[in-house]
């Protein structure tokens, strides 16, 4: 059973210019949540997904933002990068119901803004 | 507000001992806790799942339990080999499956050959 896939693994930015990273969760979930994980702040939640509907947020600012498809794949993307996006942007993905909400994490996306 | 703290934040020992990682929460009123190790720069690997009618989980040389009314869980981790050096994190959910899960800091731990 393939686990969660995050693409890229790695990318390099600027200031000021916008990425997106995307998550394809696990066969049959349909939940994505993504977090962000800094060495001062340790993970932080940003959003969750499910059926293409964003359930929960976190306190990000507008410049994060996501979607996910209809095959429950997700997308996060931020615009108008900063120093201190620099982070591992993690994804994880759960079936979503109660009492299953178990989550399998990706590996991550490791972005460096300069 | 539901705050998880974890303690130790670093631990080192000798391969062989055996080992207890802390974690508490501020909320008793969870739904689950999830115990995760991450190596460095790599993402999370799920261990032990409890759900919040349990009182313990077991895998292999791991031990989870929870005392959710003193707002407590321990990973009890047996004969401890230099593979288990990592980030191990507490993370909890509150009433519902989407509520945002909260993780705690985590503990460094490190088994010296």
């Known amino acids: 059973k393939a686990g969660v896939t995050q693409t890229p693994r790695y990318l390099i930015k600027t200031r000021g210019q916008q990425v997106t990273l995307s998550c394809s969760p696990i066969s049959g979930h349909r939940s994505v949540s993504w977090y962000q994980q800094t060495p001062g702040q340790g993970l932080q939640f940003l959003f969750e997904y499910f059926s293409e509907t964003q359930r929960n947020k976190g306190n990000f600012p507008g410049r994060f933002s996501g979607r996910q498809f209809s095959n429950s794949r997700s997308e996060m993307n931020v615009s108008t990068l900063e120093l201190g996006d620099s982070a591992l942007y993690l994804c994880a993905s759960s079936n979503g119901r109660e009492g299953g909400w178990g989550y399998t994490f990706g590996s991550g996306t490791r972005l460096t803004v300069v | 507000k539901q705050e998880v703290t974890q303690i130790p934040a670093a631990l080192s020992v000798p391969e062989g001992e055996n080992l207890v990682l802390n974690c508490s929460f501020t909320d008793s009123a969870i739904y689950n806790l999830q115990w995760f190790r991450q190596d460095p720069g790599k993402g999370l690997t799920s261990l032990l799942l409890?759900?919040?009618?349990?009182r313990e989980q077991t895998s292999g040389r791991l031990n989870a339990s929870l005392d959710k009314s003193s707002g407590r869980s321990t990973l009890y981790i047996a004969a401890s080999q230099p593979g288990d050096s990592a980030t191990y994190l507490c993370?909890?959910?509150?009433?519902?499956?989407?509520?945002?899960?909260?993780f705690g800091p985590g503990t460094s731990l490190s088994v010296i050959p």
């Open positions: 409890i759900q919040s009618s349990q």
């Open positions: 993370a909890v959910s509150k009433k519902t499956s989407y509520d945002k899960v909260i």
